[in-house]
Every structure is written in structure tokens, then in C-alpha cells.
């Protein structure tokens, strides 16, 4: 059904009304504002009470362990690097940081365990070889274990190389 010119015009130019309204609304408005007005002051009496908002973060990022069976600790980020030990299911890991190396599952990421679990990690051997004896290696100073078995639960930072 066609509607006659006149409808049209006044259809369209109501339109155009109201995008112009709209559009100096828009320009008009300030932003956001501050919701202190400007007569008030904040005094700083020097006491120790005053909070200057610099809280320290911590050090390291959690971690827990999603694989069905012991995951292995390497010294390096590959699947081809010395095992010093295990972590169980279900363990709680404190992370350092995260690099990109061999590909486990479809996943590169492998973290850095912190120092306070590098104490948890069990070495697997039952007494047959010294734990400190093999960690005396400079290469098997760090302890790493995939990404693909272990949930972060708090972000974990990039390595820097």
C-alpha cells in the first residue's frame, strides 16, 4: 500500500527532529563529574592513619593440579628435560611465572614453580638418589611443570628472560 507524500515528508522530518535533539544533547553534556563539589577540602593532619593506596601484591599466582596421576616437575620447560620430582592431583601450587616451550596437549604454556614449592615437590626416587645432589646442576635449578595439567586460579605474569 503506498502511502501518500505528505505522511512521508512529516514522517521523515519528525525523524530528523528528533536525531538533531538527541544530537545536541550530546553535545551539550559535560562528561563525567567529579562528586565533590569545590568548597570542600581534604586536610591532611600528617598522622598515620593516611592510606597512600600502594598495597604490596603478591609475589606469586596459585595454581592447582587437574591431572588424574602425579604430574612430573622438569628442570626445563620440555618433556625432554631432567624429572626432579612430582606434584599430585589436586595439589595447590604457588607459580612464579609463565613461558612459552614444548607443545603438551595442544598447550605451550609451562609454569615456574615459586621457591616455597619447590619444597613440595616429592623426588620420586625412595631414597635411591639425593635430591640436593642432582638439584646441584645448573640446569636443574628451576622447576617447571605444563600448563596443560594445572588450573591457575589467580593470573599468572609472563617470564622475563
Known amino acids: 500500500m503506498l502511502k501518500p507524500t ?3 515528508l512529516a514522517l521523515a522530518t519528525g525523524g530528523l527532529v528528533l536525531g538533531l535533539v538527541g544530537a545536541g544533547t550530546a553535545i551539550a553534556d559535560e562528561g563525567p563529574m567529579d562528586d565533590m ?11 598515620d592513619d593516611y592510606d597512600d593506596g600502594d598495597y604490596d601484591r603478591p609475589r606469586h599466582a596459585w595454581g592447582k593440579v587437574v591431572s588424574h ?25 604457588a607459580l612464579e611465572c609463565k613461558t612459552r616451550g ?27 638418589e639425593d635430591l640436593t645432589e642432582r638439584m646441584n ?25
Not at 69 to 93: D, E, F, I
Not at 102 to 128: F, K, Q, S
Not at 147 to 161: E, G, H, I, Q, T
Open 37 to 47: 563539589s569545590g568548597h570542600e577540602k581534604v586536610i591532611l593532619d600528617g598522622h
Open 69 to 93: 596421576g602425579p604430574l612430573k616437575v622438569r628442570s626445563k620447560p620440555s618433556t625432554r628435560a631432567y624429572v626432579l620430582g612430582k606434584v599430585q592431583p589436586h595439589q595447590k601450587l
Open 137 to 161: 646442576h645448573k640446569d636443574r635449578k628451576d622447576r617447571w611443570v605444563s600448563a596443560r595439567y594445572v588450573d591457575n586460579l589467580s593470573p599468572v605474569k609472563w617470564c622475563r628472560n
Open 102 to 128: 614444548e607443545r603438551v596437549d595442544g598447550n605451550n604454556i609451562w609454569y615456574l614453580l615459586a621457591d616455597r614449592d619447590r619444597e613440595n615437590v616429592n623426588d620420586g626416587m625412595n631414597g635411591d
Open 6 to 8: 505528505r505522511t512521508i
